[in-house]
C-alpha cells in the first residue's frame, strides 16, 4: 500500500519560504511522477507542480519563479520549496503521487494534507 | 494553460437520484481527464482517469465519458456517502488544472 506524508511548519512568516517534504512508502520514488497540491481555505485545488526522478519538472507558470521541487532518493522523499510567500499562499498543502505508469497521469495516491498558515 | 470548467457549481439530490457533472476544456485534452471526489477536510480521491476508467475499488455506480473538449460524470444511484465536492482534472499538458469544482448537497 502505498502511503505519502507531509512535514513541515504550520507558519510560515511573509516573504520567508515554506518548505515541505513528503516522506512516501510502499513505493519507490525513483519510479512514477511526484507531486505538489494546494487548496486554499474554502476554495478549490490547484496544482503547483511536480518532479521525475530522471529530472523533469514541470511547474505552474503562476508559481514557477517561486518554486523548487526536488527528491531525496535516499529517503524516498521529496520536497517543495516556495519562496517569498504571502497570506495568498495559505492553504492546504497535499502531495501525491502522479503518473503510476506510462499511459496516463492521474493522482492516484495521496498525502493526508497539511495546513500552512502564511501571518506574522 | 488550459482551463477547465465545471457545471454546476452545486448541486441538491437525494439519495437514489442519477446525477451528472460536466467538465470542458478550453482545447481538446483527447481523453486526458481525471475525476476526484473529496469530502469536507480529507484529501481528495480518485474516482475516474483517463476519461472512463474507474479507479480500483471505485463503486460502478460512477460513469466517467467524454473526449476532445466535453467530459461528464455520472453518479447513477447516489448513495449518502457521495455527498462531496467533485473536481475534474486535466492531464494532457501541464500545468495539470483542475476545474472549479462542483459541491454535491443533499436536497
Known amino acids: 500500500q502505498v502511503q505519502l506524508q507531509e512535514s513541515g511548519p504550520g507558519l510560515v512568516k511573509p516573504s520567508e519560504t515554506l518548505s515541505l517534504t513528503c516522506t512516501v512508502s510502499g513505493a519507490s520514488i525513483t519510479s512514477s511522477y511526484w507531486s505538489w497540491i494546494r487548496q486554499p481555505p474554502g476554495k478549490g485545488l490547484e496544482w503547483i507542480g511536480c518532479?521525475?526522478?530522471?529530472?523533469?519538472?514541470d511547474y505552474s507558470p503562476s508559481l514557477k519563479s517561486r518554486v523548487t521541487i526536488s527528491i531525496d532518493a535516499s529517503n524516498n522523499q521529496f520536497s517543495l520549496k516556495l519562496t517569498s510567500v504571502t497570506a495568498a499562499d495559505t492553504a492546504v498543502y497535499y502531495c501525491?503521487?502522479?503518473?503510476?505508469?506510462?499511459?496516463?497521469?492521474?493522482?492516484?495516491?495521496w498525502g493526508q494534507g497539511t495546513l500552512v498558515t502564511v501571518s506574522t | 494553460d488550459i482551463q477547465m470548467t465545471q457545471s454546476p457549481s452545486s448541486l441538491s439530490a437525494s439519495v437514489g437520484d442519477r446525477v451528472t457533472i460536466s467538465c470542458r476544456a478550453s482545447?481538446?485534452?483527447?481523453?486526458?481527464l481525471n475525476w476526484y471526489q473529496q469530502q469536507p477536510y480529507k484529501a481528495p480521491n480518485l474516482l475516474i482517469f483517463?476519461?472512463?476508467s474507474l479507479q480500483s475499488g471505485v463503486p460502478s455506480r460512477f460513469d466517467g465519458r467524454g473526449s476532445g473538449t466535453n467530459f461528464t460524470l455520472t453518479i447513477s444511484s447516489l448513495q449518502p456517502e457521495d455527498f462531496a465536492t467533485y473536481y475534474c482534472?486535466?492531464?494532457?499538458?501541464?500545468?495539470?488544472?483542475f476545474g472549479q469544482g462542483t459541491k454535491v448537497e443533499i436536497k
Open positions: 483517463a476519461a472512463s
Open positions: 482534472q486535466q492531464s494532457y499538458s501541464p500545468p495539470r488544472t
Open positions: 482545447q481538446s485534452i483527447s481523453n486526458c
Open positions: 501525491a503521487r502522479e503518473c503510476p505508469d506510462s499511459t496516463s497521469c492521474q493522482s492516484d495516491y
Open positions: 518532479f521525475y526522478y530522471r529530472g523533469s519538472t
